[in-house]
């Protein structure tokens, strides 16, 4: 086989391990994931602002409200809001008098966030901070916003040392922290990689794994969103 058939042939197998992916996506999100106008508008609003859809799928977002909720959520953290799409799952987890603080850096994505958390009803509970998260950080903590219960990081993938920093300055025993995208396609596994994502989610796994103070794990995902992971910790002390 020529190099070009054989690469062909690896793409048809991609594409279809990729449709079956999808396929099972829309089957758990039919049987378990009903969605809603809110839900529905959150996306349309997002996409139609031109940004880029690379919101949690439904199932994901889905299991990030679960996860708040047994935790007992009050208080939640959200770094990387983009239109607000995982930060309505979120918000959805809290009691009546729960807050959720959500830090972006574009403000063109922030305002949309704040629009589509408005019609979900969500806008009492729930506040957007625009800015670079690693300047808007230290004035929710001199806010007194923490600490958190559930943290979820989910920015720019280079900064997330700092950001996990952060989330364990942030927290109390017992918070937890889940970090999006730590797999990318499998690239985190190459120490080597000169990707500066890929150095950021190794760095931060390093840190974690010297941390006393946390505990954690990281779990491969495929789905509409292709492969990617979910990495969670618990803070012990
Ligand atoms: N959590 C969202 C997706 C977030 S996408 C969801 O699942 O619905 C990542 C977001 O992080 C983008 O909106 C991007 O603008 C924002 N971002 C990038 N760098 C940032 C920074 N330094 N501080 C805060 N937000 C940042
Ligand atoms: C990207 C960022 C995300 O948060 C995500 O879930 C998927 C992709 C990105 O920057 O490409
Ligand atoms: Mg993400």
Same mark, same amino acid.
């Given at each position: 086989?020529?190099?070009?058939?054989?690469?062909?042939?690896?793409?048809?197998?991609?594409?279809?391990?990729?449709?079956?992916?999808?396929?099972?996506?829309?089957?758990? &999100?039919?049987?378990?994931?009903?969605?809603?106008?809110?839900?529905?508008?959150?996306?349309?609003?997002?996409?139609?602002?031109?940004?880029?859809?690379?919101?949690?799928?439904?199932?994901?977002?889905?299991?990030?409200?679960?996860?708040? /909720?047994?935790?007992?959520?009050?208080?939640?953290?959200?770094?990387?809001?983009?239109?607000?799409?995982?930060?309505?799952?979120?918000?959805?987890?809290?009691?009546?008098?729960? /807050?959720?603080?959500?830090? &972006?850096? &574009?403000?063109?994505?922030? &305002?949309?966030?704040?629009?589509?958390?408005?019609?979900?009803?969500?806008?009492?509970?729930?506040?957007?901070?625009?800015?670079?998260?690693?300047?808007?950080?230290?004035?929710?903590?001199?806010?007194?916003?923490?600490?958190?219960?559930? #943290?979820?990081?989910?920015?720019?993938?280079?900064?997330?040392?700092?950001?996990?920093?952060?989330?364990?300055?942030?927290?109390?025993?017992?918070?937890?922290?889940?970090?999006?995208?730590?797999?990318?396609?499998?690239?985190?596994?190459?120490?080597?990689?000169?990707?500066?994502?890929?150095?950021? #989610?190794? /760095?931060?796994?390093?840190?974690?794994?010297?941390?006393? /103070?946390?505990?954690?794990?990281?779990?491969?995902?495929?789905?509409?969103?292709?492969?990617?992971?979910?990495?969670?910790?618990?803070?012990?002390?």
């Amino acid at each position: 086989m020529t190099q070009a058939h054989t690469a062909q042939a690896q793409m048809a197998q991609a594409q279809m391990a990729h449709a079956q992916w999808d396929a099972v996506d829309n089957y758990f &999100e039919q049987a378990l994931v009903p969605s809603d106008a809110a839900l529905e508008a959150a996306l349309q609003a997002s996409s139609k602002a031109g940004l880029p859809e690379i919101n949690v799928t439904p199932s994901q977002g889905k299991l990030l409200h679960l996860m708040a /909720r047994m935790c007992g959520a009050q208080r939640i953290l959200e770094i990387g809001t983009l239109g607000g799409y995982s930060s309505i799952w979120l918000a959805r987890a809290l009691p009546l008098d729960g /807050r959720l603080v959500t830090l &972006e850096y &574009e403000p063109l994505h922030a &305002e949309v966030a704040r629009e589509n958390l408005e019609r979900a009803g969500l806008s009492g509970l729930t506040e957007v901070r625009v800015g670079r998260a690693l300047e808007t950080l230290p004035q929710v903590e001199a806010d007194g916003l923490g600490p958190f219960d559930f #943290i979820f990081i989910d920015a720019d993938k280079p900064s997330n040392p700092d950001y996990f920093v952060w989330a364990l300055r942030l927290s109390r025993p017992g918070t937890v922290i889940v970090v999006d995208n730590v797999v990318r396609d499998g690239a985190v596994a190459d120490g080597d990689s000169d990707d500066p994502a890929v150095q950021g #989610i190794r /760095r931060m796994s390093e840190l974690a794994a010297g941390e006393p /103070r946390v505990t954690g794990t990281a779990i491969q995902t495929v789905g509409t969103k292709g492969y990617d992971g979910f990495a969670a910790f618990l803070v012990t002390a």
